[in-house]
């Protein structure tokens, strides 16, 4: 189970093991990348936020006492994409071109980078569905480990993933017909 080989990793890293760095961080990279991507919807600014991210939780690993280390660092990053999110809102708000779209209610952050049926999957689904679709499909996490990790049982997370694996494809066999 990657959860327990995860929490491993990060005992011996906690313990001089700088080899458990980069097993940790092929593990969770791609879930906390499209987490993040998922927030600020920038691919550069998705990576900086990591880049800090996994700077600060490794400069706290002596602080990690919990058992759930990819929800750890999912916390931590989202956060971090949070703040970022609202900085730039605020950066926006002084061009003067962007606060009246903002005003109306229209301000959007730009989306640059287009993934495709990330973007779709981001736009058609929950949260929490989106997440287990990355986790499972992207990240490799088998469902009872997503269910472990989002607190769920394996019965909801093999459902929700099924429909909305279901969405996605209905809603790509539509768009190519037209």
């Known amino acids: 189970?990657?959860?327990?080989?995860?929490?491993?990793?990060?005992?011996?890293?906690?313990?001089?093991?700088?080899?458990a760095f980069d097993y940790i961080y092929r593990n969770t990279y791609k879930v906390?990348?499209?987490?993040?991507?998922?927030?600020?919807?920038?691919?550069?600014?998705?990576?900086?936020?990591?880049?800090?991210?996994?700077l600060t939780a490794f400069r706290k690993a002596g602080e990690y006492a919990q058992n759930n280390l990819l929800a750890w660092l999912t916390v931590a990053?989202?956060?971090?994409?949070i703040n970022y999110f609202n900085r730039r809102k605020r950066e926006h708000l002084t061009d003067f071109t962007a606060e009246s779209a903002?005003?109306?209610g229209d301000f959007k952050m730009p989306d640059e980078d287009s993934f495709g049926i990330i973007a779709l999957a981001e736009n058609l689904l929950s949260e929490t569905d989106f997440?287990?679709?990355?986790?499972?499909?992207?990240?490799?996490?088998?469902?009872?480990?997503?269910?472990?990790?989002?607190?769920?049982p394996v019965s909801s997370v093999t459902y929700r993933l099924?429909?909305?694996?279901?969405?996605?494809?209905k809603n790509m066999e539509k768009g190519g017909a037209n």
């Open 1 to 19: 189970m990657k959860n327990k080989s995860l929490e491993r990793a990060m005992e011996n890293f906690k313990n001089g093991d700088e080899q």
């Open 32 to 54: 906390l990348f499209f987490v993040v991507h998922n927030i600020v919807r920038d691919r550069a600014a998705a990576e900086d936020i990591l880049q800090d991210t996994y």
């Open 77 to 81: 990053a989202k956060n971090n994409a």
């Open 102 to 104: 903002y005003i109306e």
């Open 131 to 152: 997440e287990i679709v990355v986790m499972c499909t992207i990240a490799g996490y088998r469902r009872r480990e997503v269910a472990a990790i989002k607190n769920m």
């Open 162 to 169: 099924k429909t909305a694996l279901g969405v996605l494809q």
